[in-house]
Antibody, heavy 121, light 107 residues
Framework: QVQLQESGPGLVKPSETLSLTCSVSGGSITSDSWSWIRQPPGKGLDWIGY???????KYDPSLKSRVTISVDTSKNQLSLKLKSVTAADAAVYYCARLRTGLLWFGELPDWGQGTLVTVSS | DIQMTQSPSSVSASVGDRVTISCRASQGISSWLAWYQQKPGKAPTLLIY???SLQSGVPSRFSGSGSGTDFTLTISSLQPEDFATYFC?????????FGGGTKVEIK
């Protein structure tokens, strides 16, 4: 079973870029698809986007203009960049392995512990 | 986007009770539905995938059913460690939307 660990600044100023990293152990990052999900405090889960094992990406339409997901294969890491953040972007951010199939999009069997990001000046 | 609606939003139950949580999709998603459990301060964990398949390591008191637009998660005999929030997720198409969650509380 893979292990995932998010890291990055816990505080980001409004209008700046949120940058997070997810370190993957117990498996190769090139062997699976990976996702970022966020959860505002006390609220539900929101999908941000994913990157496939072939390197293609897809983002939630509401965030598409501001988000970039990429992988660093040399470090076995996944990254998330979200530009021009506002208070609405404050949330716990999770990385997760996406288990996909030919006939269905997929589910998330492995998650990181999550990292809380606050947006404030 | 496919909207996922869970009911109830919360349920109070006792240890040993049978608990049923519903999830409805705004359009048909075949059997491509997953259920997750989330405890306070922790990441969600996958319980059920493909509507009724039990994820490895998950106790057999958890079961899922349904297809099309209506799905159910059942806990056959509630245990103390099952008090948590449960989310459904449609796994049929992008974006993979989640339900709003059902909190299972101690009665």
């Amino acid at each position: 079973q893979v292990q995932l660990q998010e890291s990055g600044p816990g505080l980001v100023k409004p209008s700046e870029t949120l940058s997070l990293t997810c370190s993957v152990s117990g498996g190769s990052i090139t062997s699976d698809s990976w996702s970022w999900i966020r959860q505002p405090p006390g609220k539900g889960l929101d999908w941000i986007g994913y990157i496939s094992d072939s390197g293609s990406t897809k983002y939630d339409p509401s965030l598409k203009s501001r988000v970039t997901i990429s992988v660093d294969t040399s470090k076995n890491q996944l990254s998330l960049k979200l530009k021009s953040v506002t208070a609405a972007d404050a949330a716990v951010y999770y990385c997760a392995r996406l288990r996909t199939g030919l006939l269905w999009f997929g589910e998330l069997p492995d998650w990181g512990q999550g990292t809380l990001v606050t947006v404030s000046s | 986007d496919i909207q996922m609606t869970q009911s109830p939003s919360s349920v109070s139950a006792s240890v040993g009770d049978r608990v049923t949580i519903s999830c409805r999709a705004s359009q048909g998603i075949s059997s491509w539905l997953a259920w997750y459990q989330q405890k306070p301060g922790k990441a969600p964990t996958l319980l059920i995938y493909a509507a009724s398949s039990l994820q490895s390591g998950v106790p057999s008191r958890f079961s899922g059913s349904g297809s099309g637009t209506d799905f159910t998660l059942t806990i056959s005999s509630l245990q103390p460690e099952d008090f948590a929030t449960y989310f459904c997720q449609q796994a049929n198409s992008f974006p993979p939307t989640f339900g709003g969650g059902t909190k299972v509380e101690i009665k």
